[in-house]
């Protein structure tokens, strides 16, 4: 079973940057498509960005495309999420999650492991 933390996140101003952190520990990182979701107040969560098991092929929702960079590191453990020229609109709780299989997917029902999520505020 992978267990997931994320780190960094915080607040920030409208166009600053931020970027997030997730550390894996389990078997088979290095074998499994990673994601990052988020989940403003009052809304359902969404998918922000997919990447597969190697890195070589990403996605990323509308709403962050040309903004969000997800990227990772296997020899780490580690997904990343760096989040450039920020809206307040971009303001929620950011989980990482980790899919049942290499692919990076969209749909939150392939993914079979999250963090426990970490606040991200932007403000105007």
């Known amino acids: 079973q992978v267990r997931l933390v994320e780190s960094g996140g915080g607040a920030a101003q409208a166009g600053g940057s931020l970027s997030l952190s997730c550390v894996a520990s389990?078997?088979?990182?290095?074998?499994?498509?990673m994601g990052w979701f988020r989940q403003a107040a009052g809304k359902e969560r969404e998918f922000v960005a997919g990447?597969?098991?190697?890195?070589?092929?990403?996605g990323y929702a509308d709403s962050v495309k040309g903004r969000f960079t997800i990227s990772r590191e296997n020899a780490k453990n580690t997904v990343y999420l760096r989040m450039n020229s920020l809206k307040p609109e971009d303001t929620a709780v950011y989980y990482c999650?980790?899919?049942?299989?290499?692919?990076?997917?969209?749909?939150?029902?392939?993914?079979?492991?999250w963090g426990q999520g970490i606040q991200v505020t932007v403000s105007s």
């Open positions: 999650a980790a899919a049942s299989h290499p692919s990076g997917s969209r749909q939150a029902s392939d993914y079979g492991a």
């Open positions: 389990g078997p088979h990182f290095s074998r499994l498509g």
């Open positions: 990447i597969n098991f190697s890195g070589g092929n990403s």
